[in-house]
Each structure stands twice: as structure tokens, then as C-alpha cells.
């Protein structure tokens, strides 16, 4: 537990649906796709089957190494838990919009291939929000690095309400030693290395075995085949892809 009074822990099946609505009104997180398809919505959805896939995408390592996201949760008056914060990350190649946004800026490196925190949201009662989010940014990296990643990036977009989009504002990855890697303030990419020597999980193949299903459809992109570890870290090839940011 954090000195805060937050607690964190890895989603899953149990604490899926108590995911916080984001700030952007009418997205709902259990069914968005946004990151996952390039034609991705964040429009709440009734869709038990959306509801499941979602599910099946953020648990998508969990055998090997661990969920797709993270819950913050503080304790009410009356001593429940409440969820306060959520955050979304996981292998570039879970996420082709995260793919698009990166191929526009070459002078990044391509290895190691990065992890990315596509959303970082906490709800606007929380009393020190942006403290929340820091110590939510925090704990994903610890588990990061855990995990034995080396290297994680956001593409958080300069707009006027930065909570409105899913990454959360820019201040907030500065504040936990992320560094502006590319782009201007408007399509930023914020990166930072981790030490990725405190790896206590095997990763082996673990995208290999952990394809979510996804049938009849071209996105997401396929996660990598074969069972060497070079798969988890290396980039998925570039192909022609709408640009993510709209028409130039």
C-alpha cells in the first residue's frame, strides 16, 4: 500500500468490472478497442462479446507474466475498496494504433521494442488526482520492470483538457522520469528506460501463446509466432496503415 492509502493491483477476471469510467464522456473501458483496432471505438457498449474480448486482450499474458492493466484503489468511509484509477499497457504489438503513432517518428529506436501505457485515467474525485496518477504511472513501471521490460513509451496528446484522452497529460510521465523522446508538444512521445534487471518472470514465448481471440478480423495485428524471446522485443514490421492522427 501506497503512503497515499492506494493499492494496486494487476486486473483480472474478478476486477474487471469495476474498471472507472474514463473522463471522456461516453467511453466505457470494458468494451473500448481503441488502441487494439486502428478502426477502434471508445463508445460504451452493451456487447457482452465486446465485453469479453476486452477481457481476453488485457489477460492475454497473464499465464506467463502478468494482465495488461493496472487498478488504483483507495478505501471509502465505510471501508470498501473503490477503484479509482485504471491504467492499460503491454507489448507494442498488442496495439497497431500504437504501432501507426510510432512509425511517424523514425528517430526512435527500434530496440528494444517497447512497452506502452496506451491509458492512464483517474477519476476527477480523487483528492489528489494527479498525485494518484503519478503513483499509478509508478507502480506500472515497478511491475515493468519486474517483468524484465526495458523500455516504456505514452503518446499523450497536447489538448486542453489532457485527461480527456486515455494516455492522461503529459505532466504526469514527466513526473515519473519519463523524457519527451520525438514529436512536438501536440504528438508528443514520452519514453524511459527501465532496468530491466529485476526480471523475476520467464517470459520465454509467452505472445507466442497468448493470441486473444479476435475471429474474422484483420486487426489487432497478429502477435508474434515461434517460441524465441526475440518476438517480445522486437518490432512488428511496417506496412501501409491510415495515418493515425488524421489526414495531413
Known amino acids: 500500500m501506497a503512503e497515499s492509502g492506494l493499492h494496486f493491483t494487476l486486473v483480472g477476471a474478478e476486477s474487471f468490472a469495476s474498471i472507472p469510467a474514463p473522463a471522456q464522456p461516453g467511453a466505457r473501458c470494458q468494451t473500448c478497442d481503441y488502441w487494439e483496432r486502428l478502426d477502434g471505438h471508445r463508445e460504451a457498449s452493451e456487447s457482452e462479446a465486446a465485453a469479453d474480448l476486452k477481457l481476453s486482450r488485457l489477460m492475454a499474458g497473464a499465464k506467463l507474466a502478468g494482465a495488461y492493466g493496472m487498478l488504483a484503489w483507495s478505501v471509502d468511509a465505510a471501508g470498501d475498496r473503490v477503484a479509482v484509477g485504471w491504467a492499460q499497457f503491454g507489448p507494442i504489438s ?3 494504433r500504437a504501432q501507426v503513432i510510432r512509425e511517424r517518428y523514425p528517430a526512435l529506436p527500434d530496440s528494444p521494442a517497447p512497452w506502452v501505457v496506451t491509458c492512464l485515467q483517474v ?8 498525485g494518484a496518477a ?18 516504456v513509451e505514452a503518446y499523450p496528446e497536447g489538448v486542453a483538457d489532457p485527461w480527456s484522452l486515455s494516455p492522461g497529460p503529459a505532466f504526469i510521465y514527466k513526473a515519473v522520469g519519463f523524457t519527451r523522446a520525438a514529436g512536438e508538444d501536440r504528438y508528443p512521445v514520452y519514453r524511459r528506460e527501465l532496468e530491466g534487471a529485476s526480471a523475476d518472470v520467464g517470459w520465454g514465448d509467452l505472445l507466442s501463446h497468448a493470441r486473444p481471440p479476435d475471429e474474422g478480423e484483420e486487426w489487432p495485428l497478429p502477435l508474434p509466432k515461434g517460441p524465441s524471446e526475440e518476438d517480445l522485443f522486437r518490432l512488428p514490421p511496417k506496412t501501409s496503415r491510415p495515418n493515425p492522427f488524421g489526414d495531413d
Open 94 to 96: 498488442s496495439y497497431p
Open 123 to 130: 477519476v476527477p474525485e480523487t483528492a489528489d488526482r494527479e
Open 134 to 151: 503519478a503513483e499509478l504511472l509508478t507502480a506500472v513501471c515497478d511491475e515493468l520492470d519486474r517483468r524484465g521490460i526495458i523500455a
